[in-house]
């Protein structure tokens, strides 16, 4: 086995005891170059060594290996169900095979016992970096597809094109590229290195999180995070550190990680989107999980993990 510098990049920040789901490298070439090619994707389709999936309403269908890892239930080409589908080429891996997912209106019947149906919520905490990728974009171009099937130029209905990454428009001849909407999540910190955590008006009682929302037209990053941190807690905001990013196709996000320094300390909420927001210590929140006040945050969201970045260890799992 040869050590190459490559396998050694994580895109995991340093000191992070969980790693950020979604983020890892995946070993898959998108290929781009390919999508127009249809000569190219004919072979590549019928090639014996090609796997395809089903996606169905940001589902896919799971199954545990003999050797306990989770996988994506894959088939060969000729045994996908291809009537009334769409046709996304995802990319190629270091061997060379090709990987489709096929989007339908629903999921094929269960392969065998265990293969299961399960959105990227729960699939994304247990596929391989591989498999987690290939889901991730193939639900990313299923939402895409579903919200975007007319021209936002005339309003005439679109066509899928370059294997699902292009709807084109038939009458006014636009082309449509599928969307991805940064969004800023940040922890921020005081001059007590206490953490900065609220909770939104829908969550339950005891559930509190980082703050987070959209980048604005016009807006840096940085100016996002301070923004959104003062209207959503009254609290001012001074040097930003990126730490990581994580696609979030629910349905087209891509969250921008930060840790942040406050300027400020007094809290004043807005009540529209944060009900309540507190200054934590390492110890507050300890306590505050023990005592189940504050309920550990959990799943693959990349707060959780900027939490850790800050609490020094892994934070308590859930226990319901
Ligand atoms: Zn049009």
Redesign the pocket.
């Known amino acids: 086995m040869s050590t190459t510098s490559s396998e050694a990049i994580t895109d995991q920040p340093i000191g992070l005891a969980t790693p950020i789901g979604l983020t890892a490298p995946s070993g898959i070439d998108r290929a781009a170059h390919h999508r127009l090619d249809e000569a190219w994707l004919a072979a590549a389709w019928s090639h014996p060594t090609t796997r395809v999936f089903v996606v169905s309403g940001g589902q896919a269908l799971i199954d545990d290996a003999p050797d306990g890892r989770t996988e994506l239930v894959m088939t060969p080409a000729f045994e996908a169900p291809v009537t009334e589908t769409h046709r996304y080429f995802l990319g190629t891996d270091e061997d060379g095979v090709s990987y489709f997912a096929l989007q339908k209106d629903a999921l094929p019947g269960r392969m065998d016992q265990s293969a299961r149906p399960a959105g990227l919520r729960e699939a994304g905490l247990l596929l391989s970096p591989r498999d987690a990728s290939l889901m991730t974009h193939a639900v990313a171009l299923e939402n895409w597809q579903r919200l975007h099937r007319f ?1 936002s ?2 309003g ?1 209905r679109t066509v899928i094109a370059a294997a699902g990454h292009i709807r084109r ?1 038939p ?2 001849g ?1 082309e449509h590229y599928p969307r991805t909407d940064p969004a800023v999540i940040m922890l921020v910190t005081d001059e007590h290195d206490r953490a900065l955590l609220g909770r939104q008006v829908h969550w339950p009682e005891g559930r509190f999180s980082t703050l987070a929302g959209f980048v604005e037209p016009g807006e840096s990053i940085e100016q996002s995070v301070r923004r959104e941190v003062f209207e959503e807690a009254g609290v001012t905001v001074g040097p930003v550190e990126y730490v990581a990013s994580q696609p979030w196709p629910f349905p087209s996000s891509l969250m921008l990680g930060f840790m942040a320094k406050a300027t400020s300390s007094e809290i004043n909420v807005d009540g529209e989107e944060i009900h309540e927001a507190r200054w934590f210590s390492r110890e507050d929140l300890a306590a505050a999980f023990d005592s189940g006040e504050v309920l550990p945050p959990y799943g693959i969201s990349i707060a959780a993990r900027l939490i850790e970045l800050w609490y020094g260890k892994p934070l308590p799992k859930p226990t319901h």
């Open positions: 021209c130029r005339c005439e428009c009458a006014c636009a």
